[in-house]
């Protein structure tokens, strides 16, 4: 099932296409890496929001719709997986996004480990262009992708 789930997202990456209509929120405590983020999420066209702390991103949640959080593991306060936990218990406008982590780890079996916070996928640290645009080839709806 993995595979065939993999396999569809070659193909849909594999045409490119823009998402104006996107919503997508960048959470990480390293003012720097909402940089490089938001310039890779540029090509896009997508709407970005950032902010630098689990419980921004919390506020947000209540009242913003997002396609996508990108959202860091490591960071004071709340930690990613706790401001996880508490997103799964709003019912506000963004309660179907897609959750993807960001994280420095490494090692094998992270994707599975990820998930089973309740994360949809995770992205490794540094972030790569290719990987990022996979992601949203991925868990963006058909009908928000321009080709």
């Known amino acids: ?16 296409f823009t998402c104006p209509d996107a919503k997508i929120l960048v959470v990480d405590d390293t003012p720097v890496n909402l940089v490089v983020a938001k310039g890779m999420l540029k090509d896009s066209q997508a709407q970005i ?7 921004e991103c919390l506020e947000l949640l209540k009242t913003n719709h997002y396609d996508i959080v990108f959202l860091d593991h490591k960071m004071p306060g709340l930690d990613g997986i706790e ?7 709003i019912d506000g406008p963004s309660r179907l996004a897609a959750y993807i982590a960001l994280t420095a780890n490494s090692g094998t079996g992270l994707r599975e480990e990820y998930i089973s916070y309740g994360f949809n996928d995770y992205l490794p640290k540094p972030i790569k262009s290719d990987a990022i645009k996979k992601i949203l080839a991925r868990y963006l709806p058909e009908s928000l992708k321009v080709r």
């Open 83 to 89: 401001t996880l936990k508490q997103a799964h218990e």
């Open 49 to 55: 929001q950032t902010v630098e702390s689990g419980e």
């Open 1 to 16: 099932m993995l595979g065939e789930k993999q396999e569809a997202v070659t193909e849909d990456y594999d045409s490119p």
